[in-house]
């Protein structure tokens, strides 16, 4: 059974930092993209990067370009998003999702989410 | 960007009876090289994560329920439950996924029962 778990999430200040991360199993972690997409409060859903399989592409929304970077460690089945110079614009629930394959961008397992607030 | 735009924003129908979501793209997601439309429907009820129904505009995820269908090519796209069941009350969600990103959400049509 495909199983996501995100954590890394919780309060912080404008400005600040946050590392979030997503572990993985029930599927060979390595062989798929993996997916950040986030959701403010009452909202839709926003897209936020991608990470192919071999980490040879990476993508990013604008919003977040140059603040925001995603790796992964296919030895621990682990996906992570480092998040700097948060911004109130940044509160939201982060979900890690997988994609359907290496190259195909729609998302067939999503995990539930973790809550990321910033506030000062 | 590619703009996805759903209609209508909310829509209350009777238990049994026919629900239809539309979804249009600001440009087509079909891509030509494979004839496949790069377009995603998603259920989302409170309080969960969003949970993939269908993809290449058509296919239904394995162990989704067969009243759920996905239909349209190009830039134009139809999500239909043809029986609607108290389970189902939810927001729903079109996604593109043409390359290249940003791969973008429609803005939800939140169904409820009449």
């Known amino acids: 059974e495909v199983q996501l778990v995100e954590s890394g999430g919780g309060l912080v200040k404008p400005g600040g930092s946050l590392r979030l991360s997503c572990a993985a199993s029930g599927f060979t972690f390595s062989h798929y993209s993996m997916n950040w997409v986030r959701q403010a409060p009452g909202k839709g859903l926003q897209w936020v990067s991608s990470i192919i399989s071999s980490s040879e592409y990476i993508y990013y929304a604008d919003s977040v370009k140059g603040r925001f970077t995603i790796s992964r460690d296919d030895a621990k089945n682990s996906l992570y998003l480092q998040m700097n110079s948060l911004r109130a614009e940044d509160s939201a629930v982060y979900y890690c999702?997988?994609?359907?394959?290496?190259?195909?961008?729609?998302?067939?397992?999503w995990g539930p989410g973790t809550l990321v607030t910033v506030s000062s | 960007d590619i703009v996805m735009t759903q209609s209508p924003d909310s829509l209350a129908v009777s238990l049994g009876e026919r629900a239809t979501i539309n979804c249009k793209s600001s440009q087509s997601v079909l891509y030509s090289t494979n004839s496949k439309n790069y377009l995603a429907w998603y259920q989302q009820k409170p309080g969960q994560p969003p949970k993939l129904l269908i993809y290449w505009a058509s296919t239904r995820k394995a162990g989704v329920p067969d009243r759920f269908s996905g239909s349209g090519s190009g830039t134009d796209f139809t999500l239909t439950i043809s029986s609607l069941q108290a389970e189902d009350v939810a927001v729903y969600y079109c996604?593109?996924?043409?390359?290249?990103?940003?791969?973008?959400f429609g803005q939800g049509t939140k169904v409820e029962i009449k």
């Open positions: 996604q593109h996924y043409y390359s290249p990103p940003p791969w973008t």
């Open positions: 999702a997988r994609a359907g394959s290496s190259w195909e961008y729609y998302f067939d397992y």
